[in-house]
């Protein structure tokens, strides 16, 4: 089922309620990977911290034009993009003001809908992005709900650690509302693992564990635990481009295509 009109533009919410899980590192280096096949892609910073921005080498004091304006309606989409040291990926990013705009928009009627209307009407004007992702910030608010809400797919990235199963259950709930009011286009795209470190014992427990009680929506690549990945954003740089060697970024190019994959199989069902 595809019900919104964004043509070919495949929109992604990248979300998790809580913080650290490899969110960012996750949105960044998927649309690093996506860009690099020739994709044309956008990734829009809903995270007032503005980790993805920075990490993309946005500096603060460039943000002209940012997620706020376009949520505000100040902004178009189009406005708002701005160019990365990658070819063909764009990011609208976020700044401070961001913590202020649930309050400034809660009295719309399409409060929820804000993102998924600017979206729309940069589809409507000719402009393509393949595939559009959406950095959240560690929590179910509104930011998240606009996310989701604009999103035919919800990627959820799951640090492997012994609290990892955690507040999932509260935030597979939220899709689950949003898909029953907002969105039923929304589909659970799947858990990403990240940040394994195989010589832990409780780690692979972890991998078992969510792979028994989510099944096939987790993703068969598993991103490992690597200081390359974790130095990268210090230098405004996808680890990707950083060191592509690495096994955090070869982990991440893995993922970009089983993504793909199941991207196909989502628009074709
Ligand atoms: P979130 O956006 O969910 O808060 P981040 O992507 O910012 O999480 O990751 C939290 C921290 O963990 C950051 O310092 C990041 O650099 C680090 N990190 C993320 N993924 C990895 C990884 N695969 N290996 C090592 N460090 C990582
Ligand atoms: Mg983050």
């Known amino acids: 089922m595809n019900e919104m009109p964004y043509h070919r533009m495949r929109v992604i919410t990248v979300a998790n309620q809580k913080g650290g899980v490899g969110k960012t590192t996750t949105a960044i280096n998927l649309t690093t990977a996506l860009a690099a096949i020739d994709k044309r892609v956008l990734l829009v910073d809903l995270d007032p911290q503005g980790n993805a921005s ?3 080498g946005i500096e603060r004091d460039n943000r002209e034009i ?3 304006d376009v949520l505000t309606g100040a902004a178009s989409i189009t406005e708002a993009a701005m160019p990365t040291a990658v070819p063909n990926l764009f990011v609208v990013p976020s700044t401070l003001d961001l913590l202020g705009v649930e309050m400034e928009i809660s009295g719309y009627e399409d409060r929820a809908y804000r993102l998924r209307n600017a ?3 940069h589809a409507q004007e000719g402009a393509h992005f393949d595939y559009v992702l959406i950095d959240c910030p560690p929590s ?11 999103a035919n797919s919800v990627l959820v990235p799951l640090q492997c650690e012994f609290f990892a199963l955690e507040g999932l259950s509260q935030l597979l709930q939220t899709v689950e509302q949003v898909r029953n009011g907002l969105n039923p286009g929304l589909d659970l795209h799947g858990i990403v693992l990240t ?22 929506h987790v993703y068969q690549t ?5 200081v390359r990945v974790s130095e990268a954003p210090s230098f405004g740089k996808p680890a990707i481009l950083y060191d592509m060697k690495c096994p ?5 190019i893995r993922l970009a295509s089983e993504m ?8 074709a069902a």
């Open 54 to 56: 920075t990490g993309l």
């Open 66 to 68: 940012s997620s706020y």
């Open 119 to 121: 979206l729309r009407r």
């Open 140 to 150: 179910l608010n509104l930011l998240t709900i606009n996310a989701m809400a604009a």
């Open 195 to 216: 940040m394994y470190d195989g010589r832990n014992n409780l780690a692979t427990q972890v991998v078992r564990d969510v792979r028994a009680f989510m099944g096939e």
């Open 222 to 226: 598993v991103i490992p635990r690597n």
């Open 248 to 252: 955090g970024s070869q982990a991440y």
């Open 260 to 267: 793909i994959q199941r991207e196909r199989q989502l628009a």
